[in-house]
C-alpha cells in the first residue's frame, strides 16, 4: 500500500510501526510526515476553521501517540485505515462539542463561570476569564455592566435590572444580543468549551 508520499509500502511500514511501537521518536515523526496528508484531507472535509482543524490534527496525533503500545502490528496494512477512523472521530467530537458549547453557553440564569474565586483557578479557567474580559472591552458601558451582572455573575433579571436601572424586556434584549455577539466570537467560545470539558470532567 503506498504511502502519502508515495514512496511507501505496507511491507516497509511494518518496521516503521515496530520501530514506533519500541518508542522511537523519529519513526514518529516519518509516521506524521508519511500520513500526515491523510489526516489533513479526513479533516479539511468536515471542519471549517483553521484553528479548529489545527487541534484536531494535534488531537489525532497525541492519540496515535498513546495508541503505540497497543497497535496490532500484524495488522500493519490497515493502518492508515485506522488512522482515517481515528481522524473521523477526532472531527466529530469536536463538532459535538462545538453544538454543546453553543446549547450550554449563556443560559439564562447560569453563570458564565461556576466560580470565579476559586482559591487555585485552573489554567482553562484563567483562559476564559482573559477572553471575557477581552470581550466586555469592546462593549460599551451600560453594555458592559449587564455581561459582568448577567453572564459573570449569574444575577438574575430582576438583580440586574435593579443595579442599571433598566427594565425586563430591556433586560431580555441585551442578553439576546451578547448571547448572539459572543457565540461569534471565536476566542470566546474556545476558552468556554475547554473549561466546560474540565467541569464536566473532560467529557464534553
Given at each position: 500500500?503506498a504511502?502519502?508520499?508515495?514512496?511507501?509500502?505496507?511491507?516497509?511500514l511494518?518496521p516503521?510501526?515496530?520501530?514506533?511501537?519500541?518508542?522511537?521518536?523519529?519513526?514518529?515523526?516519518?509516521?506524521?510526515?508519511?500520513?500526515?496528508?491523510?489526516?489533513?484531507?479526513?479533516?479539511?472535509?468536515?471542519?471549517?476553521?483553521?484553528?479548529?482543524?489545527?487541534?484536531?490534527?494535534?488531537?489525532?496525533?497525541?492519540?496515535?501517540?498513546?495508541?503505540?503500545?497497543t497497535?496490532?502490528?500484524?495488522?500493519?496494512?490497515?493502518?492508515?485505515?485506522?488512522?482515517?477512523t481515528?481522524?473521523?472521530?477526532?472531527c466529530?467530537?469536536?463538532l459535538?462539542?462545538r453544538?454543546?458549547?453553543?446549547?450550554?453557553?449563556?443560559?439564562?440564569?447560569?453563570?458564565?463561570?461556576?466560580?470565579?474565586?476559586?482559591?487555585?483557578?485552573?489554567?482553562?479557567?484563567?483562559e476564559?476569564?482573559?477572553?471575557?474580559?477581552?470581550?466586555?472591552?469592546?462593549?460599551?458601558?451600560?453594555?458592559?455592566?449587564?455581561?459582568?451582572?448577567?453572564?459573570?455573575?449569574?444575577?438574575?433579571?430582576?438583580?440586574?435590572?435593579?443595579?442599571?436601572?433598566?427594565g425586563?424586556?430591556?433586560?431580555?434584549?441585551?442578553?439576546?444580543?451578547?448571547?448572539?455577539?459572543?457565540?461569534?466570537?471565536?476566542?470566546?467560545?474556545?476558552?468556554?468549551?475547554?473549561y466546560?470539558?474540565?467541569?464536566?470532567?473532560?467529557?464534553?
Amino acid at each position: 500500500m503506498a504511502s502519502e508520499s508515495g514512496s511507501s509500502t505496507s511491507d516497509d511500514l511494518l518496521p516503521l510501526l515496530q520501530r514506533f511501537a519500541a518508542g522511537d521518536e523519529a519513526a514518529f515523526e516519518e509516521l506524521m510526515r508519511r500520513h500526515g496528508g491523510l489526516v489533513r484531507r479526513v479533516i479539511a472535509g468536515r471542519v471549517r476553521s483553521a484553528f479548529d482543524r489545527e487541534e484536531v490534527e494535534q488531537e489525532v496525533w497525541l492519540q496515535v501517540y498513546r495508541s503505540r503500545g497497543t497497535l496490532d502490528l500484524q495488522q500493519h496494512a490497515t493502518f492508515p485505515r485506522w488512522l482515517s477512523t481515528v481522524t473521523y472521530r477526532k472531527c466529530m467530537d469536536l463538532l459535538r462539542r462545538r453544538r454543546l458549547v453553543e446549547k450550554l453557553a449563556f443560559a439564562e440564569g447560569v453563570p458564565l463561570l461556576a466560580e470565579t474565586t476559586e482559591p487555585e483557578q485552573t489554567a482553562e479557567t484563567r483562559e476564559l476569564l482573559a477572553a471575557a474580559e477581552e470581550f466586555k472591552r469592546k462593549l460599551k458601558p451600560e453594555w458592559c455592566a449587564f455581561f459582568e451582572l448577567h453572564f459573570i455573575q449569574g444575577l438574575e433579571y430582576k438583580e440586574v435590572g435593579s443595579r442599571l436601572s433598566i427594565g425586563y424586556l430591556r433586560c431580555k434584549y441585551m442578553r439576546r444580543v451578547l448571547a448572539f455577539r459572543a457565540q461569534k466570537n471565536r476566542r470566546l467560545m474556545d476558552a468556554l468549551g475547554r473549561y466546560l470539558r474540565t467541569q464536566d470532567g473532560g467529557r464534553l
